[in-house]
């Protein structure tokens, strides 16, 4: 029960002063120094994402096309070939609005995302 006392006092002394210690430290922004907003993230985590999805998509209608090359007229593959241009589509279509979605966010926040 002493031991617990103690301890609970020590915590209570340890937090107790964290705020005058912390009042005195100057943390750098992680994210670098372009990003000082909630839109500014928002933004640059969209420029990413799209980045990304619009490489995955140009691999995928690479593969297609090879798919399309190589099906020997063979309807399985063709079809194959067909799925994989069509979730191509689909998926650029989902990055693009979700670019849509970041400026909609941004308006109705009331701020000015830069343009992705």
Known sequence: MNSI???????????GSA????AQVNLP?????????FTGLLSSIATY???IVG??????FIWAGILYLTSGMNPGNVQKANKAVLYAIIG??????????????????????PVI
């Open 92 to 113: 650029l279509a989902i990055a693009i609005a979700g670019v849509g979605l970041i400026q909609l966010i941004c308006t109705i926040l009331g701020a000015t995302c």
């Open 29 to 37: 922004n992680p994210l670098g120094t372009g990003i000082s907003s």
């Open 5 to 15: 006392l103690v301890l609970l006092s020590v915590i209570v002394v340890f937090l």
């Open 19 to 22: 705020a005058s210690v912390l």
């Open 49 to 51: 994402i799209f980045g």
């Open 55 to 60: 490489a995955l998509a140009v691999i995928m």
